[in-house]
C-alpha cells in the first residue's frame, strides 16, 4: 500500500482538515451542480449511496430527493460531524474498498464527490471501481470527479496556497505557522510521488499539503470503468459544467464524471 493511505488517513481525521467540511453546503461548482443533476434526473425515487460525505455536504444534496439514503466515510470523525449535521440520515462508517455490508443490485445511483475517490491507491481505486459496480443495479449511474493528471499545478511548479493577509496578529500567526507546516511536508511527502506509471500518484496543495491523490486521464479512466463493468464511454464535465468531448482536456484541476453500468439487454 502507498504511504499515501496513511498521509491522507491522517489528514481527514485532524480536527483543523475537518473544520473545513464542518458546515459547507451547496455544489462546489457548476460542473458538479450539472453532474447531480443528470443523475437525480435518471433515478427519481432513487436508492443513493454517497460515499466519502465528509461533514455532510452531499447529504443535504441528495437525502431530499432519494426514496433511500445511505451515506458513508471511513473517517469516523466525519461520519460523526456528518451526523450531527443530518441526524435523521443513516450515515455509516465504510471503507468504500469494501461494500460487503450492501447486496449486489442494491443502488440506482452511487455518488464519490469531490475527488474523494482519488485518495486511494491503485489498488484500493481498483476495489473501489469494482464495489461500485456491483452495488449498482444494472442501468445504474455513479458520478464522481478525479484529477486531472495533467493540471500544470501538478507540474514542474507546483501549485501552492497562499496566506491571506489578517490584520488580527492571532489569525495572521497562524496562517503563517499552518503555512510553514506545509512547506515542511512538501518536502517529506514530494519524494513519494510517482510519474511514471499508468496512474500518477501525486502530491496535493489542500489541507496544507496534507493531502496525496492519484490522479489520472480520459483514456486511463475509461479503460479502468470498462474493466470494472461500466460502460467505458463515461460523460466527462469540466468545472464550469462543460460536456467534454475527445482525449483533450482543459488545463483544470479536476474534472467530473458520469459513468453508467449497462442495463439488461
Ligand atoms: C475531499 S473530502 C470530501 C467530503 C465531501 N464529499 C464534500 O464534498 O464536502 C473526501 C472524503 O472522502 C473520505 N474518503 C476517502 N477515501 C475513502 C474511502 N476509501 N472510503 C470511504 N470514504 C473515503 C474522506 O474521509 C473524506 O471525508
Redesign the pocket.
Known amino acids: 500500500m502507498h504511504r499515501m493511505e496513511e498521509i491522507?488517513?491522517r489528514t481527514?481525521?485532524n480536527p483543523l482538515s475537518r473544520r473545513e467540511?464542518r458546515s459547507?453546503t451547496g455544489f462546489?461548482n457548476e460542473g458538479e451542480r450539472v453532474v447531480f443533476e443528470i443523475a437525480r434526473n435518471r433515478g427519481a425515487g432513487a436508492r443513493i449511496l454517497?460515499?466519502?460525505?465528509?461533514?455532510?455536504?452531499?447529504t443535504g444534496l441528495f437525502q431530499p430527493v432519494a426514496a433511500d439514503y445511505v451515506g458513508?466515510?471511513?473517517?469516523p470523525e466525519?461520519v460523526a460531524l456528518a451526523q450531527r449535521n443530518y441526524p435523521s440520515a443513516q450515515l455509516e462508517n465504510?471503507?468504500?474498498?469494501d461494500l460487503s455490508h450492501f447486496a449486489k443490485s442494491s443502488f440506482d445511483i452511487v455518488?464519490?464527490?469531490?475527488?474523494?475517490?482519488d485518495?486511494?491507491d491503485a489498488d484500493?481505486r481498483k476495489a473501489?471501481l469494482g464495489e461500485v459496480s456491483r452495488v449498482l443495479k444494472a442501468g445504474g449511474t455513479f458520478v464522481f470527479s478525479t484529477f486531472n493528471r495533467n493540471w500544470h499545478g501538478f507540474g514542474e511548479k507546483r501549485a501552492r496556497s497562499s496566506i491571506v493577509w489578517s490584520n488580527d496578529p492571532l489569525k495572521l500567526g497562524f496562517r503563517l505557522v499552518k503555512h510553514a507546516v506545509g512547506l515542511v511536508r512538501e518536502r517529506r511527502f514530494a519524494p513519494l510521488e510517482q510519474r511514471d506509471g499508468e496512474h500518477a500518484i501525486l502530491l496535493h496543495r489542500?489541507h496544507d499539503f496534507g493531502?496525496m491523490v492519484y490522479a489520472t486521464t480520459p483514456e486511463q479512466l475509461r479503460s479502468q470503468l470498462g474493466e470494472s463493468g461500466f460502460d467505458s464511454d463515461p460523460m466527462l464535465f469540466s468545472v464550469d459544467g462543460q460536456l467534454l468531448r475527445g482525449e483533450t482536456l482543459p488545463d483544470e484541476e479536476y474534472f467530473h464524471v458520469v459513468a453508467y453500468k449497462p442495463a439488461l439487454s
Open positions: 491522507n488517513r481527514w481525521s467540511y459547507s462546489i454517497d460515499i466519502g460525505i465528509g461533514g455532510g455536504r452531499t458513508i466515510d471511513y473517517t466525519m465504510m471503507d468504500a474498498r455518488v464519490f464527490s469531490y475527488n474523494g475517490i485518495s486511494v484500493g473501489i489542500a493531502i
